[in-house]
């Protein structure tokens, strides 16, 4: 977002003498602050403001532009520029960076790039998406075990500038494997002359590099940890996952899971802001999929002809009676998603879910199927076709609450079965369960109605 | 969630002699593990293991239990037991608990708590709900100006064990007014003569404590924040919201959403867990709005009775013609509720998103109107009644592309209208849209069909 007021005052700035106002802003306010009010800058305009704050600085401000202006950013930049500026970054952010950049553009930067943080910027890019790995940031502060607090205070003052954070160290053997945890409280707390070894924590909570982020994620958040180590097959330490980052993708998978809910593919920027054929191609894809999944709804209901020529009142009730699936199924098909997601179920458990979701059904459909009764014994003569009135509510009664049984099983299975296949149980919602139950609750209906009326 | 290998063995430790070994487990493991650990132990059990830790342990413990287990716990505890967790326990955690349990048991523990600690939980109590007052603690670190870098660090080694963070550490003047911020890492870098003035931040980021927690966690997700100092109208420094926290909030507001979408009201617990009178009333209640809502769809198709009966075609199109309209609604409404939550639009510029939606939804509109078209056109003789193939189709393909473009702009315009009157806009989501959809939708295609055919 811009900050209108104080963009021109900026410009005026940049193009005028130093007079060291806009220096020490570059240092004193917070780079979040700073990358906030010159989003609305040029590119050029943006690599001279920059340009102007030291180069640590400028690392953490640039951190702070969203993904697509550091792309646009770095590509407008000269090839030395751009390898100053990566060295200077957090490792994290930079692999975030060149992961989002052209494969093309990246190989002729990297070799500009000083070798131990090519090196780093290489391992921490074959990470698999999602993965701790990719998630990771590989500049932590470590201890060896036998030094004493005072000393470790004094290893800590020299890491500090280079690492993400000093709040939590990490005690390494010599082979790197991780054997404890100390928290910089625990060494302001500890007498000077006592060792790591005797005030840290061996038992330390980990990730491993390959585990999913949402299981990162949760971990973290179990423990209320302000960052988790990552680790290799054999204990190593490869690197901190920190709070937030954590908290980024907690957000950036509930937006993810909503976009699935509503039917869209995943777009990374504002559906208002990106090419207008994008746009259409990622909506008209899900729309599409759907509407031709919907075609079987004219099937259906064309096998029932005889059934709807005969009674008019019957195609009356079409729309009720299966919109009451696609909504209970919704509705179940959300609290499975859920329930999936804080771990209150698995896959395997799914039968106790069926039972649970089996009597709710009931429940639900003798209720809906009440008020349903109720209406369609008020359905005027004239579509009548010399039905029986009630024998008509009997009809609509059964086939509601046969539906809404129906859409709740369905609604709660498909998750667990999209689960089990690896797939977002997310898809499983809304328009997806409620085209699904359409056709099925079609054929539900007229099946209770020819058994009954005819 | 139960670890069903293990709680044996502590039952045995229970119940046996203490060899130490279960003391240790106390003191060593993490509180989140043996919290974990110990949920499936009975109430009495519970605090037969907690007795055996030192009281700050037992209420580090406490803290990690369920918010239902806590409130149960604390139902079957002893007043003197209770009254000495609380003072123990951080304050943003046991104001959670007082909140949540009944206000004749709060009136009743509460004059059994120490002084300072009561006066403290009655004003975490009195802030409402969702807002920064609520979610704040008063265990926080803070500093005079004038002391040098080496007293302050003396002065946060008192404070430490009843603070919360030490790592961010505010500055007040002796108004207790806001006027600085250092960071734990700034104290140890710093030369232990300087003055925390000299090293401090002067222009501190923080939140009012009246702010809702939606824009708290926002601001902290900004900064990269470990906790964000609060404030009252004086710009005295009230509170302090810690990133776990804000990690919860985020968690529980997707939560709320992905509910809200799936028309289900808020449950705290699983909905397999709870009483299924209780959930059987939040499910049925939606269902049965969004039925009652949908019942109007028989009143519609109805007033076109004599279109119905003419050409029975019309009414096999109903389903499809409708799902078009909640499905391109909900994938509207799921997008921009998406840019409203992510600050990507606001309500005022609702002009720009219906500019956009309308020539988006005349795209989607041709897109499915031409999949329909072809599918009309393949009416077979039968329910045809007479009418031209061609006609028939032509009435398809244009009530598919009206109503396409109707669901999109009313899933558009409804999370803003939502978000203008304070509504939550993720109720406008799937069900909500589709019911209101599918009633218009009914009127578009008949209103076309006799137009066009009649």
Redesign the interface.
Known sequence: ?ENPLLLPELREMLSGEDDGTLSEFLV???P??IA?LSEGLSVEETWQLLSRAPLQRQAEIFAFYSPQKQVTLASGAGSEQLSRLLEAMSHDDRADLLQRMEPAVVERILPLVAKADREDIRRLLSYPEQSAGALMTTDYASLPADVTVGEA?AL??QQ?PASET??YVYVLDDQRRLIGFVS??DL??APISATVRDIM?P?V?SVRVDEDQEQVAAK?????F?AIPVVDDQHRLVGIIT??D???V??D???E???H????AAMVE????AP?FT??RK??L???A???A??F??TA??SF?DA??AV?AL??????C???G???G??A???T???L?????TPQQWF??LR?EF??GI??GV??GC??FV?AALT?A??LDGTDRIMLALVISLA?ASI?LWGTLVGSMLPLLFRRFGVDPGYS???FV??FV?VTG?VIYFSIAKAILF
Chains 1, 2 share one sequence.
């Open positions: 977002m004193e306010a917070h979040a602050s906030e205070l800590l003052r500090a000093i709040y910089l409280r302001i707390l924590h038992d909570i973290l958040a179990k423990y209320d302000l709070h937030d954590v908290l980024d907690v957000t998978e509930a937006t899971d909503a976009l809910m509503g039917a869209v504002s559906h208002l802001e207008f746009v259409w909506r008209s899900w729309l599409a759907l509407f031709i919907e075609l709804t004219f209901l064309a002809e709807i020529k008019v195609s009356l009730f079409v729309p009720l299966i919109s009451t696609g909504n209970s919704s509705q098909a959300t609290l998603t859920r329930a997601a804080l771990g209150q179920v106790r879910v649970h009597f709710m429940a639900l209720t809906l008020i349903g209406r005027p004239s579509v509601v809404c919602s809304s328009p409620a085209t359409d079609i």
